[in-house]
């Protein structure tokens, strides 16, 4: 490992927390924990990849194909957009566990220290701005390519994941939403799910897919920095995008379905949320609109968008 100081190290480790977008959450909480503890927000993280986590029923279906490709192509990529870290090292084997154990490191994903509410914790106490998220100017340059000379472009970001398939965005509000948008004359350019390849047979003419987001974490982000509005499902990539430090205009839809037990109102407060709020987290400025109805209209999110706009 590099010669950092110490005290500022944190560590991630799979083996306790999820290789999913909740990695961001827990970066934007080290990030405030050693700023709290030492007064430099600089941090060097460590990710133990060695061993993996198997405690949810989404983690009992993946495999170890699917856990390196995440690792590589979700855990990894977010490293490069995170201002504030001044390196990383990925360790992937078991003999270099017990060595960087026994470094005095401050902060671990240990003890569901990853989860949103010991973030909110950590925001309250030290005062820091938790926004620490920037695409890089190679992705801003691509991102100017693709949304071209539109002065109201509108990206929205859908989920349509094979796990917990009841949190994914409908069909038929989906193309509902891009015609309503079309119709109020603004530009729409569609982001896939990176788990699951969308059917694009149905979608309104006109609207731009950009399946390499899917994929590209920095593109991903510059997209939505670089767009009038945004439109992002109710999940892990829009935190990931909530906390950009360019604070882009956003309308987050369905992040509450009470069926389902991690979008239940009860296990969404305990994670710190304000249930109802337009902007539930203590951070989120009002370019940030949270609609939380699970009914929610095309209509609606249409008028919340244009509010953003005008």
Known sequence: MEDVNTKNAVIYDLSKAPITFDFVNFLAFARLAVALGSGDPKFYLTILA??????????????????????????????????????????????????INAQGVTVRSEGGLYMMSALVEVFHMSGFDPHLFKAPEMALDFARIILGQEEKAVVVAVRESSFDPGRNTPPHFLRELILKLQESGLAVYLIPDQEVKHNMVDLPNAVTVVEEAAFNIPLRLALHELAQVSILSGSGPSNFISLSTRKPNLVIIHPMRPEIRISSPEFLSQQGYIIGEPQPLPWIPANQIWLWDPLVSAQEVCSATQTLID
Do not use: F, K
Not at 56 to 81: A, F, G
């Open 50 to 99: 060695d061993s993996w986590r198997v405690s949810s029923p989404r983690e009992r279906q993946y495999n170890l194909t699917d856990r390196l490709w995440r690792l590589h192509n979700l855990i990894v990529p977010v490293c490069s957009v995170t201002q504030g870290m001044v390196g990383y090292t990925l360790v992937q084997d078991a003999r270099a566990r017990n060595e």
